[in-house]
């Protein structure tokens, strides 16, 4: 019987380098339905990173020495050392505009 996938894993060598990926929970459509009142309120920035915080659900990304990056919902000031490439990979990744890997 298929089973809905809820998390999807997405490739992220792009931007964090060969081997590097992402887990995000998908949004549903009421979320997505609420996407403009929220970002009215919080700002489109603000918003972004609170869903990114809500969502990712796992990672492999490092800092430029190596250094394992903890997850955002542990420490939300790790999205503050983001580039902008990857931030905008994880709001991709988060409306589902990045490519899933294959299980």
């Known amino acids: 019987m298929a089973r809905r996938q809820l998390v999807q894993k997405h490739?992220?060598?792009?931007?964090?380098?060969?081997?590097?990926?992402?887990?995000?929970r998908k949004m549903t459509v009421a979320e997505m339905r609420k996407v403009e009142e929220h970002i009215d309120q919080e700002?489109?920035?603000?918003?972004?990173?609170?869903?990114?915080?809500?969502?990712?659900v796992k990672w492999?990304?490092?800092d430029e020495e190596g250094q394992e990056l903890?997850?955002?919902?542990?420490?939300?000031t790790v999205l503050d050392g983001l580039t902008a490439e990857e931030?905008?990979?994880?709001?991709?990744?988060?409306?589902?505009?990045?490519?899933?890997?294959?299980?």
């Open 11 to 24: 490739k992220s060598d792009s931007v964090q380098g060969d081997g590097s990926w992402v887990e995000m």
């Open 43 to 56: 700002g489109n920035y603000e918003y972004s990173i609170r869903k990114i915080e809500e969502n990712l």
């Open 60 to 62: 492999n990304w490092a």
């Open 70 to 76: 903890p997850l955002p919902k542990n420490d939300p």
């Open 87 to 103: 931030f905008n990979f994880l709001c991709r990744c988060l409306v589902g505009g990045e490519q899933a890997l294959k299980n």
